[in-house]
């Protein structure tokens, strides 16, 4: 006589996949042409809920969000795309992409007609923030409310781990732009990045900075970022615009920081209240990837932030309030 257990035992033990005590948001992978390339991204949540849209930052990709989003997607269609450059999202080469701010802006712009997307939240950090605030500018009515984690707009949140950036930004020359390789572009560089600041850094998930050094490493990959170290200069010019945009209109602003950030520092985050008095400033004890140690308390405070600003509401709902 057997002592597998038989089928309708099993059924008894085994959880249903539509057991609301076990049911987690599904997260799916997708790629859409837009802008010339395949752009790939995540998402999860019902397709007709509100929509956040997830940016990240350097020299990561759209991994970094994968425990917020099914943290969100309870609530919100959750999408994070992948950034020209990063991640998985492909670039032909008869494309003759220039990487810049401009030219992230403006796919992302397309990235979001091509899944006709016309109201969103938009959660920013690192390199997300410069571009997703020129998609604000250009579009403000899209916008619902901002979420900035170590997303700077500010002259003053700018640490001095820039200094070697700032130096290669005044003096572009072939042996500065080797020295940001040798120190920023590597694989000690990028997990300083994940550790600094954190309080336990053994708790930082590895595969993070692992995967991250790894995409580096892909054929030409580091001239992209060297390029985008460069033209990083243009974000900083375009701090006053961006002011400029928060004071005209307004949208609801959660700054939600890892306080001991190398790159971005507090400064930045309070600074946001120049311009918008009502916008809420949280600070969280851990570095620049604070989404690595405190993703439950940076999802609980969005829930709350995006709910208490009508982003919870259905599209449709949303869309007749205006």
Do not use: C
């Not at 990487?99 to 006709?116: C, H």
């Not at 520092?265 to 209240?273: Q, V």
């Amino acid at each position: 006589m057997s002592d597998a257990p038989s089928r309708a035992a099993m059924k008894r033990v085994m959880p249903s996949q539509d057991d609301p005590r076990f049911a987690v948001p599904r997260t799916s992978v997708h790629r859409v042409e837009a802008d010339g390339m395949q752009m790939f991204y995540r998402e999860a949540g019902d397709p007709n809920a509100h929509v956040v849209l997830l940016l990240h930052g350097f020299p990561t990709s759209s991994f970094m969000f994968r425990e917020l989003i099914p943290r969100l997607a309870d609530d919100y269609r959750v999408i994070a795309p992948d950034l020209p450059g990063f991640g998985f999202t492909e670039v032909p080469p008869e494309r003759k992409y220039v990487y810049s701010f401009d030219q992230l802006a403006l796919t992302i712009d397309a990235f979001t007609r091509a899944l006709k997307l016309d109201r969103y939240a938009i959660y920013v950090f690192d390199y997300g923030a410069p571009t997703g605030f020129r998609l604000a500018m250009a579009h403000p009515e899209r916008i619902t409310a901002i979420v900035s984690q170590n997303g700077n707009a500010y002259e003053e949140g700018l640490g001095d781990a820039w200094a070697p950036i700032r130096k290669y930004w005044s003096t572009p020359t072939a042996a500065n732009r080797d020295i940001l390789r040798k120190s920023i572009l590597t694989a000690g560089g990028t997990r300083w990045q994940y550790t600094h600041g954190v309080a336990e850094p053994e708790s930082v998930p590895p595969e993070s900075y692992t995967l991250d050094t790894a995409l580096l490493e892909r054929p030409g990959n580091k001239e992209t970022q060297l390029d985008l170290f460069l033209d990083y200069a243009s974000n900083v010019k375009l701090y006053p615009k961006f002011q400029e945009y928060f004071r005209k209109s307004k949208p609801p602003l959660l700054a939600i920081w890892g306080k001991n950030d190398p790159f971005f520092i507090p400064a930045g985050a309070e600074a946001y209240r120049k311009d918008l008095p009502n916008a809420q400033v949280q600070f969280l004890d851990t570095g620049h990837f604070a989404i690595e140690t405190h993703v439950v308390e940076i999802a609980s405070a969005m829930k709350d932030f995006l709910a208490a600003n009508g982003s919870n509401l259905p599209a449709a709902d949303s869309a007749a309030q205006r």
